[in-house]
């Protein structure tokens, strides 16, 4: 069992470039999201996706966007990636938006740097 | 929406030694809080959580206490070991909604 699986890993830009983070799990989990976590700032959301075919927007949405492709499948897109950017990400997903447990699982984190 | 403060940033204790972690929650219809561990390198994952019906939940050295009154909750650890050195995380989420918000995070530093 897989369980949250991300692409990349690792992954170096420069500024202007696009790429696309992919998301992936295993678990049949209604809901996805996508965090941003950065030193002293704690994981901020960007955009998630309560369940298939519905997306909306978090805390910090600004320079991305993503598509629900499936119920498994969440990706992130930088269209035009800044140096703001960089970053440590994170995709997550959960049963049931906002019902009972709720018990986020985490992908390993992809480390996005831009220079 | 939800803001989650949590309090301190970083803690260093003895190996032995017990950890507090405060978390306070601003919406009172906040019902369910979790609490992660991020090992270095590592992606976070829960250790512990509590609902708004109950006051107290306790795993082995870990508790979590919540005061809905004062909209606080706590991350107890007691007899605190090296390898509970972490970046710790709770959050708290809206019924009806899909979204953790998660607090600034606290770095756990046990010495031997």
């Known amino acids: 069992n897989a369980g949250v699986t991300q692409t990349p890993k690792f992954q170096v830009l420069k500024t202007g470039q696009s790429m696309t983070l992919q998301c992936a799990q295993d678990m049949n989990h209604n809901s996805m999201y996508w965090y941003r976590q950065d030193p002293g700032m704690g994981l901020r959301l960007i955009y998630y996706s309560a369940s298939e075919g519905t997306t909306d927007k978090g805390e910090v949405p600004n320079g991305y966007n993503v598509s629900r492709l499936n119920k498994r499948e969440f990706s992130l897109r930088l269209e035009s990636a800044a140096p703001s950017q960089t970053s440590v990400y994170f995709c997550?997903?959960?049963?049931?938006?906002?019902?009972?447990?709720?018990?986020?699982?985490f992908g390993q984190g992809t480390r996005l740097t831009v220079v | 929406g939800e803001n989650v403060e949590q309090h301190p940033s970083t803690l260093s204790v003895q190996e032995g030694d017990s950890a507090v972690i405060k978390c306070t929650y601003s919406?009172?219809?906040?019902?369910?809080f979790p609490w992660y561990k991020q090992e270095l390198g590592k992606r976070p994952q829960l250790i512990i959580d509590?609902?708004?019906?109950?006051g107290e939940k306790k795993d082995q050295r870990i508790a979590v206490t919540l005061n809905k009154t004062a909209k606080h909750f706590s991350l107890h650890i007691t007899e605190t070991q090296p390898e509970d050195s972490a970046v710790y995380f709770c959050a708290a989420i809206l019924s009806g909604y899909s979204t953790l918000t998660f607090g600034k995070g606290t770095m756990l530093l046990v010495s031997p």
């Open positions: 997550a997903s959960s049963p049931l938006p906002g019902q009972g447990v709720t018990e986020a699982f």
């Open positions: 919406d009172s219809a906040s019902n369910y």
């Open positions: 509590i609902r708004s019906n109950v």
